[in-house]
């Protein structure tokens, strides 16, 4: 039994979460990383959630997102050729084969777990019982029922869970601009949804509530960087698929400088929710004139660290010491109001790197 | 022509190819060797994909190291086991191949009707055989106006009357456009089939070319 509670931990949690990363790191530095006391922003926010109802709701949307999230890594896991040795689970039995997805599912489903017992904790103390029960009964049902989607996935009783939330009827051109992005749209619609979600969320927040006394650039910069940064997830795959799937166009006649062009544009493709989302602070925020810095800030650093990336095999822990690194970097940075000179200096960087490893560095 | 400058590719430590001085002419060479003798690294080399040591020069001018663009517009590929991504269609993979490397749609589609694959055009490559995606690749390398194909164990995987059409192809192309062609291949091919103007070994992590007895 421990062995194989050993191997489901090894094979589909923690390879859930190193894939992951990008994302858990953005919600640890969005809800922990915040300049105020945290500890009494949390409480405030949980008793928020145990008086309003439509508050609560809205998180159990989030909190099933997540699961919607889970349930689409774990049937992809499963049916991968390499994971097909899982099979022999349905030899001991549907009952135990469900006890050892039930683990599975608690275990990456911790994180709610957490925050929910949190929410509980606040919850009783308001003597919020109706909100600890709603809240107990979704827990439950998450964990319970969804393992039983994974059982049916084992048993090769479930054809394919999919999630057509926009059935993607629109025909776009497939160019080298586009085929990642629709690569993205179609095998990872969940982490493009969570992570587009948090993006917004983060910048529509600080239009909403940031009071500005007199002009200043930096507070929207940095806001729209962090926002950029919780992108980092899809760069690190949208690089995976070229490695996986685009070899031969490296065999392609295009000049360095094009294919650089093209990667530009494509991350200004993926970043057109949040810069349209921007104009929202306009004109508080921001002038006209800024708007470029903001486009060309948050585009170089996706850029920045997509060629990051091509300086070797980086694996994602790796990426995301790379991503808080430079996010860290950026952050003082930004500080000394460099202007548009920050966003030139990155894309030379990324051109550096580009130049450098494009044609250099092994693609496994 | 294809000239290799000092080739030296090289994994972590252990040196997988190295050539020193080698010209292959035009015509339609056959490169042999043993599984793991680099016959597939050489390929990849040759088309742009991977990194090495020294250069290769195609038609004695343009250097993949330093006319890189220019090299490529030269040279096409098909892998042993091509992958692409499955939401594309054999449809949308030409326009797009035929886009990069100026080549013509119409005749890439009569391609795909002499392979027996031109009825799945529209259809995801996701629900291809594995058979039906190597007819497909090889369609792909003959996009375009290149002077070398180089076909990777073009026969694997591929049905008795599709290894006659792709024979075919060859010759018609090597005789029509002057292409070149350098193939990778475990299997025999019978002189009716094909016959080749030179024939490589890969063996002991170089290339020569193999003697005639050996042959």
Known sequence: MKTTLSILQKVLVNHFYKVNAGLFMFLFFVLFGLPYNVGELHKAVANLIAQNQLLLLIVLAVWFLYNLKCIDYITKEIKLPQQQFLTCL?????????????FVQFMIFIPVIAYAVFIIIIALKNNAYIVVGEIAVFILIMLLITPIIYVRTLQNRLREISFHFFTSTVRISKTIITIPLVYIWNSRKQMLLIAKFFSLLLLL???RTYEPDHYDIRPLLLCFLLSTISNCAIVFEIKSFENNYLQLIYNFPISLFRRFMQLIIMYALLLLPELLLVWKAYPLFFHLTDYIQLILASVSLLVLLHTTLLTGNINMDAFIKIVFAIAMALFFIILYDPGIILPVVILLIAFGFFHAYYHETEKT | MLQFNLIKKKYFDATILSVDALTINNGIVLLQG????????????????IPFEGDIIVKNNF???KQRTAYLRCINYAETEPLYPGFLTAQ???KFFCNAKKGSVAETETLLQHLHIYDMYKKPVSIYSSGMIKKLSIALAFVGEPKWILLDEPLITTDKNAIDVICNLIKERNAKAATSFLITSHQNFNGAQLSFTNKLLAHDHTITTMHEDNA
Do not use: R
């Not at chain 2, 043993?34 to 994909?49: D, P, R, V």
């Open chain 1, 90 to 102: 349905q030899n001991i039995g549907t009952k135990k084969c469900f006890g050892y997805l039930c």
């Open chain 2, 34 to 49: 043993e599984n793991g003798s680099g016959k597939t690294t050489l390929l990849k080399m040759i088309a742009g994909l």
């Open chain 2, 63 to 65: 250097s993949l190291k």
């Open chain 1, 205 to 207: 927040l600080f239009i």
């Open chain 2, 92 to 94: 949308e993979l030409i």
